[in-house]
């Protein structure tokens, strides 16, 4: 059973930086990825990370200020961010998958990021 619990979400002024993290469970063979979703848009992939801490991420939403990693002897998935802007407000979801292709079947319950201008 995989389980994944995403924290670390909160107000942050404009030009401030957050860490998430995702406390994993039976996800130690699985390609981790942070995703968001902003009040009336569709879920965005922001990055991921594989077993091999292979690193994939969506230029448009990172634009080079989001690191992803993952610490396997925590289990935990983490997702630096800086230089906020209010349109990273959104809710960040961990998910997981096997391999390096295909859906994220396993998914957290989010944490919101509010960043206020």
């Known amino acids: 059973q995989v389980r994944l619990v995403e924290s670390g979400g909160g107000l942050v002024q404009a030009g401030g930086s957050l860490r998430l993290s995702c406390t994993t469970s039976g996800a130690a063979e699985f390609t981790l990825a942070w995703f968001r979703q902003a009040p009336g848009k569709e879920r965005q992939f922001v990055a991921s990370?594989?077993?091999?801490?292979?690193?994939?991420y969506d230029p448009n939403s990172t634009k080079g200020r989001f690191t992803v990693a993952r610490d396997t002897t925590k289990n935990t998935l983490y997702l630096q961010m800086s230089r906020l802007q209010p349109d990273d407000t959104a809710t960040y979801y961990c998910?997981?998958?096997?391999?390096?292709?295909?859906?994220?079947?396993?998914w957290g319950r989010g944490t919101l990021v509010t960043v206020a201008s």
């Open positions: 998910a997981a998958r096997q391999g390096d292709l295909g859906e994220y079947t396993y």
């Open positions: 990370v594989t077993t091999t801490d292979g690193t994939t």
